[in-house]
């Protein structure tokens, strides 16, 4: 089982970074591929980004695509989520996720654990 603790959200301007961290509990963090979901008030929970359990493969919503990156280490037991150019539309609470069966996958229904999330709220 994982345990999942995100941090990093704030309140930031239109344009400004984030970076956000998820950090992971027990010994088999490498084994899990991991995702970035996001939700919206009154909006269906919605895929970010996608990264292989080496950290050697990413995946992309089209709608972060060339802001967002996504990175682990598992050394660290850590996935982060470095945005860039944020936009009023990025507002939303950004939880970690952690898929068991490794691989890709941007269903968020596939993902077996989740951390509680951190707000990220960007004003215009």
């Known amino acids: 089982q994982v345990q999942l603790v995100e941090s990093g959200g704030g309140l930031v301007q239109a344009g400004d970074s984030l970076r956000l961290s998820c950090a992971a509990s027990g010994r088999t963090f490498s084994r899990y591929a991991m995702a970035w979901v996001r939700q919206a008030p009154g909006k269906e929970r919605e895929f970010v980004a996608w990264i292989s359990t080496s950290g050697a493969s990413a995946y992309y919503a089209d709608s972060v695509k060339g802001r967002f990156t996504i990175s682990r280490d598992n050394a660290k037991n850590t996935v982060y989520l470095q945005m860039n150019s944020l936009k009023p539309e990025d507002t939303a609470v950004y939880c970690c996720?952690?898929?068991?069966?490794?691989?890709?996958?941007?269903?968020?229904?596939?993902?077996?654990?989740w951390g509680q999330g951190t707000q990220v709220t960007v004003s215009s």
């Open positions: 996720a952690a898929r068991r069966l490794g691989g890709f996958g941007i269903n968020v229904n596939e993902y077996d654990y």
